[in-house]
Protein backbone atom coordinates (compact mmCIF):
# COMPACT_ATOMS: atom_id res chain seq x y z
CA UNK A 1 0.00 0.00 0.00
CA UNK A 2 2.35 2.82 -1.22
CA UNK A 3 2.05 5.91 -3.14
CA UNK A 4 -1.88 5.70 -3.24
CA UNK A 5 -3.62 9.13 -2.59
CA UNK A 6 -7.57 8.36 -1.66
CA UNK A 7 -10.31 11.16 -0.74
CA UNK A 8 -13.32 10.04 1.15
CA UNK A 9 -16.78 9.11 -0.63
CA UNK A 10 -19.69 10.06 0.00
CA UNK A 11 -22.30 10.42 -2.79
CA UNK A 12 -19.80 9.87 -5.64
CA UNK A 13 -16.23 8.43 -5.89
CA UNK A 14 -13.73 11.14 -4.47
CA UNK A 15 -16.23 13.39 -3.64
CA UNK A 16 -14.74 14.49 -0.42
CA UNK A 17 -18.17 14.48 1.36
CA UNK A 18 -17.34 13.60 5.55
CA UNK A 19 -19.68 13.44 8.39
CA UNK A 20 -18.76 14.83 11.76
CA UNK A 21 -20.77 15.29 15.38
CA UNK A 22 -20.57 17.35 17.98
CA UNK A 23 -21.90 19.12 21.07
CA UNK A 24 -21.50 22.42 21.64
CA UNK A 25 -22.51 24.43 25.56
CA UNK A 26 -25.48 26.25 24.01
CA UNK A 27 -29.27 25.79 24.06
CA UNK A 28 -31.10 24.44 20.63
CA UNK A 29 -32.36 27.79 18.36
CA UNK A 30 -31.18 29.11 15.10
CA UNK A 31 -27.91 30.76 16.48
CA UNK A 32 -26.22 27.33 18.12
CA UNK A 33 -27.01 26.09 14.39
CA UNK A 34 -25.25 28.73 12.54
CA UNK A 35 -22.90 28.23 15.34
CA UNK A 36 -22.20 24.60 14.41
CA UNK A 37 -21.80 25.47 10.47
CA UNK A 38 -19.25 28.34 11.68
CA UNK A 39 -17.08 25.41 13.77
CA UNK A 40 -17.45 23.04 10.81
CA UNK A 41 -16.36 25.66 8.20
CA UNK A 42 -12.70 25.92 10.42
CA UNK A 43 -12.65 22.30 10.44
CA UNK A 44 -12.39 22.66 6.50
CA UNK A 45 -15.84 21.65 5.65
CA UNK A 46 -16.81 23.49 2.20
CA UNK A 47 -19.85 23.13 1.82
CA UNK A 48 -21.05 22.52 5.07
CA UNK A 49 -24.71 21.37 5.73
CA UNK A 50 -26.14 20.95 8.94
CA UNK A 51 -27.99 17.15 8.97
CA UNK A 52 -28.99 16.48 12.60
CA UNK A 53 -29.70 19.16 16.08
CA UNK A 54 -30.77 18.26 19.20
CA UNK A 55 -31.08 19.39 22.65
CA UNK A 56 -29.01 17.40 25.15
CA UNK A 57 -30.26 18.75 28.73
CA UNK A 58 -29.94 22.31 29.32
CA UNK A 59 -27.44 24.27 27.39
CA UNK A 60 -25.98 21.80 25.35
CA UNK A 61 -27.00 20.35 21.99
CA UNK A 62 -25.33 17.70 19.41
CA UNK A 63 -24.95 18.50 16.01
CA UNK A 64 -24.26 16.18 13.06
CA UNK A 65 -22.50 17.99 10.61
CA UNK A 66 -22.25 16.54 6.58
CA UNK A 67 -20.03 18.33 4.24
CA UNK A 68 -16.80 18.45 1.64
CA UNK A 69 -13.54 18.00 2.68
CA UNK A 70 -10.41 19.13 0.38
CA UNK A 71 -8.10 16.90 2.22
CA UNK A 72 -6.16 13.85 0.68
CA UNK A 73 -5.00 10.66 2.40
CA UNK A 74 -1.47 9.36 1.51
CA UNK A 75 -1.90 5.82 2.45
CA UNK A 76 2.05 5.45 1.79
CA UNK A 77 2.71 7.21 4.59
CA UNK A 78 0.21 5.30 7.12
CA UNK A 79 1.49 3.95 10.11
CA UNK A 80 -0.16 1.28 11.87
CA UNK A 81 1.18 -1.47 14.59
CA UNK A 82 0.20 -4.57 12.21
CA UNK A 83 0.36 -7.82 13.32
CA UNK A 84 4.30 -9.31 12.89
CA UNK A 85 3.37 -12.72 14.19
CA UNK A 86 1.10 -15.73 13.20
CA UNK A 87 -1.93 -16.03 13.96
CA UNK A 88 -2.08 -19.91 15.23
CA UNK A 89 -5.03 -21.86 16.33
CA UNK A 90 -5.77 -22.87 19.97
CA UNK A 91 -4.10 -26.49 19.30
CA UNK A 92 -1.05 -24.81 18.07
CA UNK A 93 -1.41 -22.65 20.73
CA UNK A 94 -1.28 -25.18 23.30
CA UNK A 95 1.18 -27.09 21.26
CA UNK A 96 4.15 -24.18 21.41
CA UNK A 97 3.49 -23.86 24.97
CA UNK A 98 4.32 -26.99 25.91
CA UNK A 99 7.22 -27.85 23.45
CA UNK A 100 8.65 -24.24 24.34
CA UNK A 101 7.44 -23.54 28.20
CA UNK A 102 6.81 -27.32 29.15
CA UNK A 103 4.97 -25.61 32.47
CA UNK A 104 1.03 -24.03 31.82
CA UNK A 105 1.96 -20.50 30.78
CA UNK A 106 0.49 -18.42 33.61
CA UNK A 107 -1.49 -15.21 32.68
CA UNK A 108 -3.17 -12.40 35.25
CA UNK A 109 -5.51 -10.25 33.70
CA UNK A 110 -7.50 -7.20 35.25
CA UNK A 111 -9.57 -4.14 34.87
CA UNK A 112 -6.95 -1.58 36.63
CA UNK A 113 -7.99 2.32 38.44
CA UNK A 114 -11.56 3.11 38.81
CA UNK A 115 -12.54 1.21 35.26
CA UNK A 116 -15.22 -1.20 35.99
CA UNK A 117 -15.73 -1.55 32.11
CA UNK A 118 -15.51 -5.33 32.14
CA UNK A 119 -17.04 -6.61 28.99
CA UNK A 120 -13.35 -6.20 26.80
CA UNK A 121 -11.43 -8.32 29.11
CA UNK A 122 -13.96 -11.00 29.96
CA UNK A 123 -14.20 -11.48 26.08
CA UNK A 124 -10.38 -11.86 25.99
CA UNK A 125 -9.98 -13.96 29.04
CA UNK A 126 -12.91 -16.19 29.77
CA UNK A 127 -14.58 -18.96 28.09
CA UNK A 128 -17.20 -17.42 26.27
CA UNK A 129 -14.96 -15.63 24.25
CA UNK A 130 -15.95 -12.98 21.65
CA UNK A 131 -16.79 -12.94 17.42
CA UNK A 132 -17.08 -16.80 17.61
CA UNK A 133 -13.70 -17.10 19.22
CA UNK A 134 -13.45 -18.83 22.85
CA UNK A 135 -11.51 -16.99 25.13
CA UNK A 136 -7.59 -17.69 26.75
CA UNK A 137 -9.50 -20.14 29.49
CA UNK A 138 -10.43 -22.11 27.00
CA UNK A 139 -6.92 -23.10 26.23
CA UNK A 140 -5.94 -26.17 27.57
CA UNK A 141 -1.64 -24.72 28.47
CA UNK A 142 -2.93 -21.54 29.58
CA UNK A 143 -3.75 -20.86 32.99
CA UNK A 144 -6.22 -17.72 33.47
CA UNK A 145 -6.64 -15.43 36.56
CA UNK A 146 -8.98 -12.97 35.94
CA UNK A 147 -9.15 -10.27 38.66
CA UNK A 148 -12.34 -8.05 37.09
CA UNK A 149 -12.82 -4.46 37.78
CA UNK A 150 -11.40 -1.62 39.87
CA UNK A 151 -8.03 -3.51 40.73
CA UNK A 152 -5.40 -1.46 41.96
CA UNK A 153 -1.67 -1.56 40.49
CA UNK A 154 -0.34 -3.08 43.66
CA UNK A 155 -3.02 -5.29 44.04
CA UNK A 156 -2.45 -6.78 40.53
CA UNK A 157 1.39 -6.57 41.01
CA UNK A 158 1.04 -8.67 44.18
CA UNK A 159 -1.35 -10.92 41.85
CA UNK A 160 1.40 -11.48 39.23
CA UNK A 161 4.00 -12.51 41.98
CA UNK A 162 1.57 -14.91 43.85
CA UNK A 163 0.59 -16.28 40.28
CA UNK A 164 4.24 -16.51 38.40
CA UNK A 165 2.69 -15.00 35.95
CA UNK A 166 4.31 -14.64 32.31
CA UNK A 167 1.95 -12.07 30.87
CA UNK A 168 -0.01 -9.62 32.72
CA UNK A 169 -3.51 -8.05 30.96
CA UNK A 170 -4.87 -4.38 31.47
CA UNK A 171 -7.65 -3.46 30.40
CA UNK A 172 -8.88 0.41 30.13
CA UNK A 173 -11.98 1.65 28.18
CA UNK A 174 -12.82 5.21 30.08
CA UNK A 175 -10.35 7.46 28.84
CA UNK A 176 -11.57 10.94 30.16
CA UNK A 177 -8.48 12.95 31.49
CA UNK A 178 -6.34 10.40 29.56
CA UNK A 179 -6.84 7.90 32.68
CA UNK A 180 -6.38 4.68 30.54
CA UNK A 181 -2.96 6.60 29.38
CA UNK A 182 -1.74 7.33 33.06
CA UNK A 183 -3.32 4.31 34.38
CA UNK A 184 -1.28 2.30 31.99
CA UNK A 185 2.22 4.40 32.80
CA UNK A 186 1.78 3.72 36.48
CA UNK A 187 0.99 0.48 36.28
CA UNK A 188 3.97 -0.46 34.19
CA UNK A 189 6.48 1.59 36.03
CA UNK A 190 5.09 -0.61 39.31
CA UNK A 191 6.13 -3.67 37.31
CA UNK A 192 9.44 -2.48 36.38
CA UNK A 193 9.44 -1.99 40.07
CA UNK A 194 8.64 -4.71 41.44
CA UNK A 195 10.17 -7.24 39.42
CA UNK A 196 14.17 -7.29 38.47
CA UNK A 197 14.84 -6.91 34.78
CA UNK A 198 14.20 -10.10 32.48
CA UNK A 199 11.96 -11.56 35.28
CA UNK A 200 9.12 -9.16 34.86
CA UNK A 201 5.80 -10.41 32.91
CA UNK A 202 4.59 -9.54 29.86
CA UNK A 203 2.79 -6.21 29.98
CA UNK A 204 -0.42 -6.35 27.80
CA UNK A 205 -2.51 -3.28 27.73
CA UNK A 206 -5.92 -3.08 25.69
CA UNK A 207 -8.87 -0.70 25.13
CA UNK A 208 -11.11 0.99 22.27
CA UNK A 209 -9.12 3.72 22.28
CA UNK A 210 -5.87 2.90 22.73
CA UNK A 211 -3.53 4.09 19.92
CA UNK A 212 -1.39 1.01 19.34
CA UNK A 213 1.78 2.56 18.03
CA UNK A 214 1.82 4.08 21.74
CA UNK A 215 3.30 0.62 23.63
CA UNK A 216 6.88 1.83 24.04
CA UNK A 217 5.83 5.38 25.25
CA UNK A 218 3.62 3.71 28.20
CA UNK A 219 6.32 1.06 29.11
CA UNK A 220 4.57 -1.94 28.27
CA UNK A 221 5.29 -4.73 25.21
CA UNK A 222 2.23 -4.70 23.46
CA UNK A 223 -1.24 -2.59 22.90
CA UNK A 224 -4.32 -4.05 21.13
CA UNK A 225 -7.10 -1.94 20.25
CA UNK A 226 -10.96 -2.24 19.15
CA UNK A 227 -12.04 -5.24 17.79
CA UNK A 228 -9.51 -7.51 19.21
CA UNK A 229 -10.11 -10.96 19.49
CA UNK A 230 -8.58 -13.95 22.34
CA UNK A 231 -6.74 -15.98 19.05
CA UNK A 232 -4.50 -12.78 18.36
CA UNK A 233 -3.73 -12.49 22.17
CA UNK A 234 -2.87 -15.88 22.83
CA UNK A 235 -0.82 -16.17 19.31
CA UNK A 236 0.78 -13.04 20.74
CA UNK A 237 1.74 -14.38 23.80
CA UNK A 238 3.28 -17.69 22.64
CA UNK A 239 5.39 -15.66 20.17
CA UNK A 240 6.35 -13.12 22.77
CA UNK A 241 7.33 -15.57 25.47
CA UNK A 242 9.06 -17.82 22.93
CA UNK A 243 11.22 -14.99 21.23
CA UNK A 244 12.17 -13.76 25.66
CA UNK A 245 12.88 -17.27 25.96
CA UNK A 246 15.34 -17.73 22.80
CA UNK A 247 16.90 -14.03 23.55
CA UNK A 248 17.54 -15.72 27.69
CA UNK A 249 19.37 -18.51 26.27
CA UNK A 250 21.29 -16.85 23.79
CA UNK A 251 22.69 -14.55 26.65
CA UNK A 252 23.54 -17.85 28.57
CA UNK A 253 25.53 -19.19 25.90
CA UNK A 254 27.39 -16.24 25.53
CA UNK A 255 28.51 -15.92 29.31
C1 LIG B 1 -21.36 -1.43 28.80
C2 LIG B 1 -20.89 -0.01 29.15
C3 LIG B 1 -20.90 0.34 30.51
C4 LIG B 1 -21.28 -0.64 31.62
C5 LIG B 1 -20.06 -1.53 31.91
C6 LIG B 1 -20.47 -2.92 32.36
C7 LIG B 1 -19.29 -3.84 32.42
N1 LIG B 1 -19.35 -4.78 33.34
O1 LIG B 1 -18.34 -3.72 31.68
C8 LIG B 1 -21.62 0.34 32.79
C9 LIG B 1 -23.11 0.66 32.75
C10 LIG B 1 -21.26 -0.13 34.19
C11 LIG B 1 -20.85 1.60 32.35
C12 LIG B 1 -20.51 2.60 33.24
C13 LIG B 1 -19.87 3.78 32.85
N2 LIG B 1 -19.57 4.15 31.59
CO1 LIG B 1 -19.71 2.97 30.05
N3 LIG B 1 -20.02 2.10 28.42
C14 LIG B 1 -20.45 0.91 28.14
C15 LIG B 1 -20.53 0.73 26.60
C16 LIG B 1 -22.00 0.94 26.19
C17 LIG B 1 -20.07 -0.59 26.02
C18 LIG B 1 -18.65 -1.03 26.42
C19 LIG B 1 -18.50 -2.49 26.04
O2 LIG B 1 -18.87 -3.37 26.79
N4 LIG B 1 -17.98 -2.79 24.80
C20 LIG B 1 -17.86 -4.14 24.28
C21 LIG B 1 -16.43 -4.70 24.48
C22 LIG B 1 -16.38 -6.15 23.97
O3 LIG B 1 -15.59 -3.91 23.69
P1 LIG B 1 -14.23 -3.26 24.25
O4 LIG B 1 -14.36 -2.84 25.64
O5 LIG B 1 -13.78 -2.29 23.23
O6 LIG B 1 -13.21 -4.51 24.24
C23 LIG B 1 -12.59 -5.03 23.06
C24 LIG B 1 -11.28 -4.32 22.68
O7 LIG B 1 -11.20 -2.98 23.06
C25 LIG B 1 -10.22 -5.17 23.30
N5 LIG B 1 -9.85 -5.03 24.70
C26 LIG B 1 -10.44 -4.38 25.70
N6 LIG B 1 -9.74 -4.53 26.84
C27 LIG B 1 -8.68 -5.30 26.56
C28 LIG B 1 -7.63 -5.74 27.36
C29 LIG B 1 -6.62 -6.54 26.79
C30 LIG B 1 -5.50 -7.02 27.63
C31 LIG B 1 -6.68 -6.88 25.41
C32 LIG B 1 -5.63 -7.73 24.81
C33 LIG B 1 -7.75 -6.42 24.61
C34 LIG B 1 -8.73 -5.64 25.19
O8 LIG B 1 -10.75 -6.48 23.12
C35 LIG B 1 -12.17 -6.45 23.38
C36 LIG B 1 -12.80 -7.48 22.46
O9 LIG B 1 -12.64 -7.13 21.12
C37 LIG B 1 -19.61 1.91 26.10
C38 LIG B 1 -19.99 2.56 24.78
C39 LIG B 1 -19.59 1.71 23.60
N7 LIG B 1 -20.52 1.47 22.74
O10 LIG B 1 -18.45 1.27 23.53
C40 LIG B 1 -19.74 2.92 27.27
C41 LIG B 1 -18.59 3.87 27.58
C42 LIG B 1 -17.29 3.10 27.52
N8 LIG B 1 -18.88 4.26 28.95
C43 LIG B 1 -18.58 5.50 29.19
C44 LIG B 1 -18.77 6.16 30.44
C45 LIG B 1 -18.50 7.65 30.45
C46 LIG B 1 -19.21 5.48 31.57
C47 LIG B 1 -19.43 6.08 32.97
C48 LIG B 1 -18.36 7.06 33.44
C49 LIG B 1 -20.84 6.70 32.96
C50 LIG B 1 -21.19 7.43 34.24
N9 LIG B 1 -21.19 8.76 34.13
O11 LIG B 1 -21.42 6.82 35.24
C51 LIG B 1 -19.47 4.82 33.85
C52 LIG B 1 -18.08 4.49 34.40
C53 LIG B 1 -18.08 3.36 35.36
C54 LIG B 1 -16.67 3.02 35.73
N10 LIG B 1 -16.33 3.20 37.00
O12 LIG B 1 -15.89 2.62 34.87
C55 LIG B 1 -18.01 6.19 27.98
C56 LIG B 1 -16.50 6.40 28.08
C57 LIG B 1 -16.11 7.74 27.50
C58 LIG B 1 -14.63 8.00 27.60
N11 LIG B 1 -14.15 8.79 26.71
O13 LIG B 1 -13.95 7.54 28.45
C59 LIG B 1 -18.50 5.25 26.83
C60 LIG B 1 -17.59 5.23 25.59
C61 LIG B 1 -19.93 5.74 26.44
C62 LIG B 1 -19.92 7.11 25.81
N12 LIG B 1 -19.94 7.22 24.49
O14 LIG B 1 -19.90 8.10 26.49
N13 LIG B 1 -20.58 1.56 31.03
Known amino acids: MTGRVVRPYGDTTGD ?20 ALQLAGKMGLDPAMLVHARQMGDGYTFFVVYGRVHHLVDLGAVRVAERDYPLLSA ?11 RRKLSVV ?23 GEKGLEYYRELRVLNLGAQV ?10 VERADAVLVSQVV ?42 ELGVDR ?10 VASYLVHALAAEKKAAEKKVVAA
Request: charged content about 25%; hydrophobic content about 40%; aromatic content about 4%.
Open 16 to 35: GMVQVSFTLPVAHDKRAEGA
Open 91 to 101: KEVNTAVKRRL
Open 175 to 216: TQRDAHLHNVREMSAAFREAFPAGRRPLLVAGGPRFDEMMAG
Open 152 to 161: TVPELVEAAR
Open 223 to 232: IFGRGTTPRE
Open 109 to 131: GACIGTDAHTVGIDAILNVKGIA
